[in-house]
């Protein structure tokens, strides 16, 4: 059973915004570093921004660097991850996860132990 929620996914053209919102009914998620992932057809999982739950530092990939911005909404026990400024390659299904020990936010998705079910972005005009 999937833990974790995203949504917020969609299709957006190229140089427009989203964003994307991951919640829990089952955890708490200013326990848990939460972090955000993609995958693309034919391409490997990666890593795009994480947020500790120690002084919620951050972590970006630098293919996002400066477009996407990760956030935490403690009362709505959500994270959300904005993206901006989007490009055709952002195309991808789009995963959060939670991890209770990145407090340092090194984004290992190896380490994060709950998933969602993931979010379709389409980049495309």
């Known amino acids: 059973q999937r833990r974790l929620v995203e949504s917020g996914g969609g299709l957006v053209q190229p140089g427009g915004s989203l964003i994307l919102s991951c919640t829990s009914s089952q955890l708490t998620l200013d326990y848990y570093a939460i972090g955000w992932f993609r995958q693309a057809p034919g391409k490997e999982r990666e890593a795009l921004s994480c947020?500790?739950?120690?002084?919620?530092?951050?972590y970006y990939a630098d293919s996002v660097k400066g477009r996407f911005a990760i956030s935490r909404d403690s009362a709505k026990n959500t994270v959300f991850l904005r993206m901006s400024d989007v490009k055709p390659e952002d195309t991808a299904v789009y995963y959060c996860a939670a991890d209770p020990f990145d407090v340092q936010a090194i984004c290992d998705q190896i380490r994060y132990d709950y998933w969602g079910q993931g979010t379709q972005v389409t980049v495309s005009s």
């Open positions: 947020i500790s739950n120690k002084n919620n530092d951050t």
